[in-house]
């Protein structure tokens, strides 16, 4: 009987280390275990990090390259910046190698809205012109602000999952690149997906949480969302 427990104590321990072990793994993007894994449109391939992998034998330069960076983007829209991404849809080599790209062009007085990249830390560059940048902490940090005012050559840090944003307080345009620890960090701009969700979060709701009026919370939804009224 004595030895029954005693196994059985062994067998939750070993379970116990091992859920632990996998949950620390689990949390990060696992190690490629090939040279690389270009992503490729062939439901016959291999299925890896959300892309099929083309055949290695018919991988090419191309595949881990594209142009266009030195081309400013388009400013002219309601917040006066453009962002163009190079992640793995502009290059498909980059799939289940964890890193991307992005170059954010801003007219005088742009922003890169409050936003948050759920799957990736952000590393910004300023090259041309005046930023203001910052980044909130999670509640358990009290939602602290991190700011700071950047000039060519300035370098800053948006920790994974934290709400950041840029803006040109300078009078000439500006333009930054920024590399992220992913190859598809994916973007939720908050008054977007708040204002703009798709079907539209009750008007009541969002007043309480956001302490308005329901008929200012109906305004910003009809500002943000094409599809007005369609609730629920």
Not at 101 to 113: E, H, K, S
Request: glycine content about 10%.
């Amino acid at each position: 009987m004595y030895n029954m427990k005693g196994f059985l104590r062994f067998l939750v321990a070993k379970v116990t280390l091992l859920a632990l072990a996998s949950s620390f793994v689990s949390c990060y993007d696992p190690s490629p275990l090939q040279d690389f894994c270009v992503a490729v449109d062939d439901a016959n391939g291999v299925f890896v990090n959300g892309k099929f992998c083309k055949d290695p034998k018919y991988v090419k330069a191309e595949d881990f390259f594209t142009s266009g960076l030195n081309i400013a983007g388009n400013t002219i829209n309601r917040v006066g910046s453009n962002v163009t991404n190079v992640n793995v849809d502009k290059i498909p080599g980059l799939n289940t190698l964890g890193v991307s790209l992005v170059r954010i062009d801003f007219a005088p007085g742009g922003q890169n809205p409050p936003h948050t990249h759920p799957r990736a830390t952000e590393i910004l560059v300023v090259v041309e012109g005046t930023l203001l940048v910052g980044f909130v902490s999670s509640n358990q940090d009290n939602n602290r602000l991190f700011s700071k005012i950047l000039y060519p050559g300035d370098v800053f840090v948006f920790p994974i999952g934290m709400i950041h944003f840029q803006v040109n307080v300078g009078r000439t345009n500006a333009v930054a690149f920024a590399g992220l620890g992913s190859q598809n960090p994916g973007t939720i701009t908050i008054a977007d997906a708040v204002f703009g969700s798709k079907p539209l979060i009750m008007p009541e709701i969002l007043a309480k949480a956001f302490q308005l009026d329901v008929n200012v919370v109906r305004y910003l939804e009809a500002r943000f969302s094409s599809n007005f009224g369609g609730h629920y």
